[in-house]
Structure formats: structure tokens, C-alpha cells
């Protein structure tokens, strides 16, 4: 969605230029004060995130340097060994760092699971499946049902990563706007819902992989053999995405609309640029007539298609898992072990591939064979900022030895501080830190 202004030159119209502007001035004064103001001039003052971490990596270091001058120790609770903190300014642990940055990188536990996931969901999202999806979710909605809607959508749509911005923000004012309702509120919902809401969904997102992959990564410095698996929030994050939504509703008709009437000018909102595509020109292949919010038959089509190969996906997946004698199936051990949970980052994968596959077969958007592979590398691309982050983090959070050291409980006091209240030290996961 593109936003345009009509503005008339005319000598008539400056009264209403002078206007607006006093306006404008007034309305950023406001939104600059108090508490919110005072959090958004702290929040940009922040560093990017890949130079937060860098700087805890600078905190850790220096702070073992002090801690090993200090003589302090820690009992490591799963061996019952006394762990002396190493400084990790010495030569030794320096040329460490720089000799297994690379490796760090690439063993990164998140890194080989997004990948592997993105490629899947990238055919969905650039066949247009998942664009169709949510546009399915919000058309026909009854008024009073439309803002829960669309930020359940926004929500759950953070399988689709960063893409989901460029789909649901256009969706929501254009849902908006087709009921009446503030088109500028309808961005605000969606881009709320997409942000406040990343991280929960209806279904497995690739967060929950990121996270299960970090918190292995953690578990391990203390038990080798410790796996978190992927469905380890799945009770939790399916009830916060509709807790979000709720509450992104209720925020929404009890404050955002009666604000939004005060400090937007809808006169200057040109409603011939609401539309998806981002020409002056609808897309013919994939809009109606009547309603940008519509689904073609030919795309009703494909998601009906796309619908029965995930049903067949599913039960396929289902069958492996439990029926015994089947290569997966783990009944003694307990489901739960079966490479099908345990990495179910591929399983994930070839689901989206599948349904992706199937619905840019029947609409068209996939005209030859060459067109995957290109979807798949467009999507990667979206990965580009999280691979820079990713190494930050992965150089800050282990390498192949060195000491481990971070906050533990007061019960695990050193035995070789006699000043009664100095800090704690344990050998539980640390937020950054090169582990043995």
C-alpha cells in the first residue's frame, strides 16, 4: 500500500494548508510527550542490535578479567566440580576467539534450522499462498469481528517472518476502509499485531525453532545430552496469540479510534492508492473487481487445493509418528523421540513446500521448474540482517573451551569469597559467554 496527499495550490486552500500544518505541529508535539515520548527518545538512542551484542561480549570479557583477579570460584552442579573463572584477555582465550569464530558461526544452533525452514516457507509466501490465506482470514469478516481478525491474522502471519509487514499492513486498512472504518487504524492494527506478536502464533513459527535451538545450546553446558524441543512453548504461545489479539482489540476500539479521529486528517488519505499492488494498477490475476479484498475463484482454487495437501501431509506425518513398525514411530521411548519431533524443523519445511507448490501450480505462479529454486533464494534474502546478527551472537555465546560463568542463585555462593554478599557464581547457560 502506497500513501499519497492531495494538495491544491490554489489561494483558497492556504487557510486549510495554515491549518493542517498548526495541526501537524501540534500532533507531533504531543506524540513526543510524556511517558511514551520519553521511552521512544530512549529507545532511539539504543544501538543497532549486532553492536548490543558485540558490547556484551566486551562486558563479558572484561568482567571474567575482574572476576579472575578477584579468586572467584563456583561449584558446577551437575559434576559437583569447582570451576575457577578464566580471564578471557589472556592470549591463550583471545587467539581462541579469533581461530573459532567461523566455526561458532556456523555450529550456531539457530542458523542451519531458519535456513533449512525459510526455504520452505518461501515458496508459500512468493506463490502468494500465504498472502491468500490472510486475506481469506479478514474478507467477509462481520464488522465487529474485523479488528480481532486482523490481528489474529498479523499475529499468527509471523511465520512468514519480515514478509508479513509487506502483507498484512496493506490488508489491514484495505479491510478497514472496505467497512467504513479508518484505513490508517487498519495499518496500525496490523503492523501492531505483526510486531507485538511475532513471537506467538497459531501455529509452529520459526521463533520456536530459533529459541528450542539457543536453549539446547544453553541446556548442554551443563547436561550434554539435553535436547529442547521445538513444541516446548506450543501450549504457550497458541493461547498468547489470541491473548494479544484480545487485547490488541480492546486497545484498539476503546483508545486507537477515538485518537486516530483526533490526529489524522482523513481528507488527505488519496483511497484509489489502497490497493496491494504497488502500481496504480491492480494485479487482474489476483484481485476482483469488486473487492481488493477478495479471492478469485482461481485462487479459492488453490487454497482448496493447498488445503487437501496439507490435510494428506499431516495425516502422512501423523502416521509415521505412531503407527509401530514404521522408521519413526518411537513407541517404547515415547513419541516425543522420534526424529519427526525431534527435528521437526524438515518436517515444517516440506510442508510449506508442499502447499506452497501445489497452490502456484493451480494459480499460475509457478510457470516452470526454475521458479522454486528463484522463491527460495528470495526468501533468503529476508535472512540477510538475521545471518549479521547471528554471528555477532554466535562469536558471544560459546567457543570450543574456556570458562563458563554467570548470576546463579544465592545458594551457590563462592567458597573462596569470605565478603558475605559478593556476587554468585554458577555454571548455569549464559546469556553470553565461551563455554567449557
Given amino acids: 500500500m502506497t500513501g499519497s496527499t492531495k494538495v491544491e495550490n490554489g489561494p483558497h486552500d492556504r487557510p486549510d494548508q495554515e491549518h493542517r500544518a498548526d495541526r501537524k505541529d501540534n500532533n507531533q508535539q504531543e506524540g513526543m510527550s510524556g511517558f511514551l515520548g520519553w521511552i521512544e527518545k530512549i529507545g532511539n538512542k539504543l544501538p543497532d542490535p549486532f553492536w548490543l551484542f558485540v558490547i556484551l561480549a566486551g562486558v563479558v570479557a572484561v568482567s571474567s578479567w575482574i572476576a579472575n583477579k578477584a579468586g572467584l570460584s563456583a561449584v558446577d552442579p551437575a559434576s559437583g566440580e569447582e570451576i575457577h573463572i578464566e580471564s578471557l584477555l589472556t592470549g591463550e582465550n583471545i ?24 526455504l520452505g516457507v518461501a515458496v508459500a509466501e512468493q506463490t502468494g499462498l500465504l498472502a491468500a490465506m490472510v486475506r481469506a482470514m479478514v474478507d467477509k469478516v462481520s464488522p465487529k469481528m474485523l479488528t480481532f481478525m486482523v490481528a489474529l491474522a498479523g499475529v499468527t502471519g509471523s511465520v512468514a517472518s519480515d514478509a508479513i509487514y509487506v502483507i498484512i499492513i496493506p490488508l489491514g486498512a484495505m479491510a478497514f476502509h472496505a467497512v467504513g472504518r ?40 551443563v547436561d550434554e545430552s539435553y535436547e529442547v524441543s521445538p513444541l516446548a512453548n506450543i501450549f504457550f504461545v497458541i493461547p498468547s496469540a489470541i491473548v494479544l489479539s484480545l487485547i490488541i482489540t480492546a486497545v484498539t476500539e476503546l483508545f486507537v479510534d477515538k485518537k486516530a479521529e483526533a490526529l489524522v486528517d482523513h481528507d488527505d488519505i488519496d483511497e484509489d492508492e489502497l490497493q496491494l499492488d504497488e502500481t ?32 494428506v501431509a499431516l495425516a502422512a506425518y501423523f502416521a509415521l509418528l505412531f503407527i509401530p513398525g514404521l522408521p519413526f514411530a518411537r513407541p517404547e521411548e515415547g513419541f516425543m523421540e522420534s526424529p519427526l519431533i525431534r527435528a521437526i524443523a524438515v518436517p ?89
Avoid at 576467539?97 to 534450522?113: H, K, Q, R
Avoid at 477478495?294 to 493447498?306: F, I, M, N, V, Y
Wanted: proline residues 8%; aromatic residues 8%; contains cysteine.
Fill in 95 to 118: 587467539s581462541r576467539m579469533v581461530t573459532d569464530a567461523v566455526e561458532n558461526f556456523i555450529a550456531f544452533p539457530p542458523l542451519g534450522v531458519i535456513l533449512a525452514v525459510m
Fill in 182 to 221: 479508518s484505513p490508517i487504524v487498519g495499518s496500525m492494527v496490523a503492523f501492531a499485531a505483526a510486531s507485538a506478536g511475532f513471537n506467538a502464533s497459531l501455529i509452529l513459527n520459526i521463533t520456536d525453532l530459533l529459541l528450542a535451538g539457543i536453549s539446547t545450546s544453553a541446556a548442554q553446558l
Fill in 280 to 311: 496504480n494498477e491492480p494485479d487482474d490475476a489476483h484481485l476482483t473487481d469488486d473487492d481488493d479484498l477478495s479471492l478469485t475463484p482461481l485462487e479459492r482454487k488453490g487454497l482448496t487445493w493447498a488445503g487437501v495437501t496439507l490435510l
Fill in 348 to 436: 515444517i519445511t516440506l510442508i510449506f513446500f508442499a502447499t506452497g507448490l501445489v497452490y502456484g501450480l493451480v494459480v499460475g505462479t509457478i510457470d516452470e521448474a526454475a521458479d522454486i529454486p528463484t522463491f527460495m533464494a528470495k526468501g533468503l534474502e529476508s535472512l540477510l540482517p538475521i545471518l549479521v546478527l547471528f554471528f555477532a551472537v554466535s562469536s558471544s555465546w560459546r567457543g570450543s573451551s574456556g570458562p563458563t560463568w554467570a548470576p546463579g542463585p544465592p545458594s551457590r555462593a563462592p567458597s573462596c569469597c569470605n565478603l558475605g554478599t559478593c556476587p554468585t557464581l554458577s555454571s548455569s547457560p549464559p546469556s553470553c559467554s565461551w563455554s567449557r
